[in-house]
Structure formats: structure tokens, C-alpha cells
């Protein structure tokens, strides 16, 4: 199982980015999670393999949503009205539970940046 973000940079305050995540040969859950400097990983956003079980996290919640393209095998994080204490590394995981716990997760991309200023 491989997975891949993309969609990370830089924006200004207020701006939107979305990042996909493309996972290879994997029809689990699939979670998007969030380390700044310094910070625990949080988890922003879990979606169940049918993509009609998708919630975000309150700390995002209005300005966030995660979708699923199942026939491309790819997540969205749709991210708008960014804020500067959005900026981290954002990474997509794979597991067959949908949970906000990382450790779950059996499988996880090389993570992708968002910085907002």
C-alpha cells in the first residue's frame, strides 16, 4: 500500500489549498492528520471507504472538508479561510478503523507542507 499527498505550499491568511492523498490497492479508511512544531499529530479529517462517513474536527469544522473520489482511489482535504496556526505538515493514513488515533493507522504518506502567513 502506497500512499501520496500532494497540494501543500504556501498561501496568505484566508486563502484555500486542497490536498489529495492517492492511495494504491487500499479500500480502508482513510485519515488526515496535522504536526506543527512542537505539536502533537492531530487528526483533521476521517472518511470511511464508501466516503458517505466523513467528519472533520471541530478545531477545522466550517472551513474544512474531506471527500472521496473511489474511483480515482484518492482523498480530498478541501481547506479554505486557512489561518496561520493551520501551518504544518499535513500527512493522509490508511487503516480499517476510522478513528482520530493515529496509532491505528497502518499506513501513512511522506506528508506534504502547508504554510500560511
Known amino acids: 500500500v502506497q500512499l501520496v499527498e500532494s497540494g501543500g505550499g504556501s498561501v496568505q491568511a484566508g486563502g484555500s489549498l486542497r490536498l489529495s492523498c492517492v492511495a494504491s490497492?487500499?479500500?480502508?479508511?482513510i485519515g488526515w492528520f496535522r504536526q506543527g512544531p512542537g505539536k502533537e499529530r492531530e487528526g483533521v479529517g476521517v472518511?470511511?471507504?464508501?466516503?458517505?462517513?466523513?467528519h472533520v474536527s471541530d478545531s477545522v469544522k466550517g472551513r474544512f472538508t474531506i471527500s472521496r473520489d473511489k474511483g480515482k482511489s484518492t482523498t480530498y482535504l478541501q481547506m479554505n479561510s486557512l489561518k496561520p496556526e493551520d501551518t504544518a505538515m499535513y500527512y493522509c493514513?490508511?487503516?480499517?478503523?476510522?478513528?482520530?488515533?493515529?496509532?491505528?493507522?497502518?499506513?501513512w504518506g511522506q506528508g506534504t507542507q502547508v504554510t500560511v502567513s
Open positions: 493514513a490508511a487503516g480499517p478503523f476510522c478513528t482520530w488515533r493515529p496509532d491505528v493507522y497502518d499506513y
Open positions: 490497492g487500499y479500500a480502508y479508511c
Open positions: 472518511i470511511n471507504p464508501g466516503g458517505s462517513g466523513a
